[in-house]
């Protein structure tokens, strides 16, 4: 069982930036892959990035690659997601989330996705 807990959300102005936290409990968090996910108002949970056990590999969506970047620090149980040069098409409620496994495939698939956080909302204004 793990639990997370995102934070660093807020509001920004466009062209600002962010860093979101998920800190993770439980002493298996390197097994783990972690991927960050949003859900803006009326819409669908879309994948933002995601990341490996290893940190080894990556992944975003399309509208984000260049702007975020996601990182993790087994030690410290945790994954982040700097986000810059933000747009209020960033705008949603960013979710992060767990998958047991130590394949070297980022899992952009929110259906495979074991564990989840609450969320924490990110508003840009423009």
């Known amino acids: 069982q793990v639990q997370l807990v995102e934070s660093g959300g807020g509001l920004v102005q466009a062209g600002g930036s962010l860093r979101l936290s998920c800190a993770a409990s439980?002493?298996?968090?390197?097994?783990?892959?972690m991927g960050w996910f949003r859900q803006a108002p009326g819409k669908e949970r879309q994948f933002v990035a995601g990341?490996?056990?290893?940190?080894?590999?990556?992944y975003y969506t399309d509208s984000v690659k260049g702007r975020f970047t996601i990182s993790r620090d087994n030690t410290k149980n945790t994954v982040y997601l700097q986000m810059n040069s933000l747009k209020p098409e960033d705008t949603a409620v960013y979710y992060c989330a767990a998958d047991p496994s130590r394949s070297y495939l980022v899992l952009s698939d929110e259906g495979q996705y074991d564990y989840w956080g609450q969320g924490t909302q990110v508003t840009v204004s423009s």
């Open positions: 990341i490996t056990w290893s940190g080894g590999n990556t």
């Open positions: 439980g002493r298996t968090f390197s097994n783990y892959r």
